[in-house]
């Protein structure tokens, strides 16, 4: 972006400035919208199909290693669920509100 605004280093931009001149959405936001558009996709699976299963699964045994566990998918949808303020009991079922409401 920097480039194709022809802003240099020494302009003193920070990044957030320029994606705010530019009027693009971030990358980070870009990213969130397409994982919570899959969830609704999940959400209206039958409990046979196997990414269901696997999203709702947990290990049978097993241990963690020491220290702070990695950041699990689910983790990142509830995060991203509860900063967005969506609520997903009867909203995951009607694609189209969920799609309006995601993004």
Do not use: C
């Not at 693009?24 to 558009?37: A, C, D, G, Q, T």
């Not at 209206?44 to 699990?72: A, C, N, T, W």
């Amino acid at each position: 972006m920097r480039h194709l605004m022809r802003i240099t280093w020494m302009d003193n931009g920070t990044s957030k400035d320029i994606l705010e001149r530019t009027g693009l959405p971030s990358m980070e936001y870009l990213i969130i919208r397409k994982n919570l558009r899959w969830t609704g996709h999940l959400m209206r699976m039958s409990p046979d199909r196997l990414p269901k299963q696997v999203l709702y699964s947990q290990l049978s045994s097993g241990h963690r290693k020491r220290g702070r566990p990695r950041l699990r998918f689910k983790d990142s949808i509830k995060r991203n669920l509860t900063l967005r303020d969506i609520k997903t009991d009867s909203l995951s079922q009607q694609r189209d509100t969920w799609r309006a409401t995601v993004k």
